[in-house]
């Protein structure tokens, strides 16, 4: 079973809206937890990162949220634009396991003109 | 700029027949890794390597193999013992030190003719 959940799998929302994306986690010990963007075709590219001790962070129009204690994070898009279109995927890195990063499926987001 | 390479962007793989994929980076960073991506699936790590001529096995090394002569360069090698090699590989790298974010590559898509 892995370890890093993501949902929706899929959604569509129409430019300008805002959505949310969720990703839950069983992984332990926890060290810090990322959100990327991978357009399609291209490789990852990293949004944010949070440690244990934040629970916010925004880079732009894309703001994470997490709550270590129920092991769940957010990404939230605000005011989306055709370029968000693409797959975001949590990542969780543990603490006693280097270079072993935890990677969920990635929810695809598509903006609608 | 500094970023990771891959090359080639498309490759397609004979039966009986290894391939070589080519990461090389420019960013000055001690750790790479190579990861093999498949849809609906998160990245499932084939090897890293957190110094030069030193490397570990992953969660599906089974049927590659790697190499790092240089810090700049880790190219991974799909031999013919890899009986489903149909998929999206990426590069990354990153510094060892603190939660700094993986660099990543644009991948090389890996078909069998």
């Known amino acids: 079973k892995n370890q890093v959940e993501q949902s929706p799998q899929s959604l569509i929302i129409l430019e300008g809206k805002n959505c949310t994306l969720q990703c839950n986690y069983t992984v332990s010990p926890f060290s810090n937890l990322r959100w990327y963007k991978q357009d399609t075709g291209r490789g990852p590219v990293s949004l944010t990162i949070m440690t244990f001790s934040e629970n916010t962070k925004s880079n732009g129009r894309y703001t994470a949220t997490l709550d270590a204690d129920t092991k769940q994070s957010s990404l939230h898009i605000t005011a989306s634009q055709l370029s968000d279109s693409a797959s975001y995927i949590c990542?969780?890195?543990?603490?006693?396991?280097?270079?072993?990063?935890?990677f969920g499926a990635g929810t695809q987001v598509v903006v609608t003109p | 700029d500094g970023g990771i390479t891959q090359s080639p962007k498309y490759l397609f793989r004979k039966e009986g027949q290894n391939v070589t994929l080519s990461c090389e980076q420019n960013l000055n960073h001690d750790a790479m890794y190579w990861y093999r991506q498949d849809p609906g699936q998160g990245l499932r790590l084939i090897y890293y390597?957190?110094?030069?001529?030193?490397?570990q096995k992953g969660d599906i090394a089974e049927g590659y193999s790697v190499s790092r002569e240089k810090k700049e360069s880790f190219p991974l090698t799909v031999t013919s013992a890899q009986k489903n090699p149909t998929a999206f590989y990426l590069c990354a790298s990153n510094r060892r030190d603190g939660n700094q974010p993986q660099h990543f590559g644009d991948g090389t898509r890996l078909s069998i003719l």
């Open positions: 990542v969780v890195v543990r603490a006693d396991s280097w270079g072993k990063f935890q």
């Open positions: 390597s957190q110094i030069v001529n030193d490397f």
